[in-house]
Structure formats: structure tokens, C-alpha cells
């Protein structure tokens, strides 16, 4: 493994919000998501090429039962894998961040 794959190999902590479904299974929860962050750690290769005018990075997380709502905040742990779909955060563990506000915790 070349030392840039493995300073990408995987990432914790990783807080993000949920910004849209690209697939999701009904029958076995699996989802294919796009989320965004501000968190400098995603690899240039994972990033979505659009720009939008908030300056988060968007990239694309797979795995089982991801919340699919911009309700809440998350946070992921994962590995990046290339797919032929593109480098993608196969999702392993997540949780849902609690908000700290009135506002938050009514959303």
C-alpha cells in the first residue's frame, strides 16, 4: 500500500449532515448517500466535484440504516473504498449527534 493510500485508508469522527438518497433498499436498509462537511480529512478523490456556495465538501457514504433525514447530525466511522462508482465512505459504525438547542432537539 502506497503511504497516500494509507493516510486515506479510513476515518472516524467524521461529522456530517445528511444531504440526498442516490440508492436505498427497502428490503435490507442499505443506503447510498450524499453528505457534507466541513471536516478537512476527506480525501480530494472522495469529494464531489460541484461547488455550492457554503464551501462544504460533499462525498458519497454506503452502508445499512443511515438516517436519511437533515434533521440531525452524524457522525461516521468508515473505511474509503473504490468502487466503479468512484471512492466512496463504506459506512461501519455511525451515531446520531444530539443537538445542544431547543431548536435542534425540536427538528
Known amino acids: 500500500m502506497h503511504d ?7 476515518i ?6 445528511y444531504e440526498s438518497t442516490i440508492f ?6 442499505f443506503s447510498i448517500i450524499v453528505v457534507k ?14 461547488y455550492y456556495g457554503d464551501r462544504m465538501l460533499r462525498f458519497t ?7 436519511r433525514t437533515k434533521a440531525v ?7 474509503w ?5 468512484g471512492y466512496q465512505l463504506q459506512v461501519e459504525q455511525w451515531q446520531e ?4 438547542t431547543a431548536d435542534g432537539l425540536l427538528a
Open 97 to 100: 449527534i444530539v443537538p445542544q
Open 4 to 10: 497516500s493510500e494509507q493516510e486515506h485508508s479510513g
Open 73 to 79: 447530525e452524524l457522525e461516521l466511522d468508515g473505511e
Open 24 to 29: 436505498y433498499n427497502e428490503a435490507n436498509k
Open 37 to 50: 462537511t466541513s471536516d478537512p480529512r476527506i480525501p480530494p478523490q472522495a469529494c464531489s466535484g460541484r
Open 12 to 17: 472516524t469522527g467524521c461529522r456530517v449532515t
Open 61 to 67: 457514504a454506503v452502508g445499512y440504516e443511515l438516517p
Open 81 to 85: 473504498v473504490e468502487s466503479k462508482y
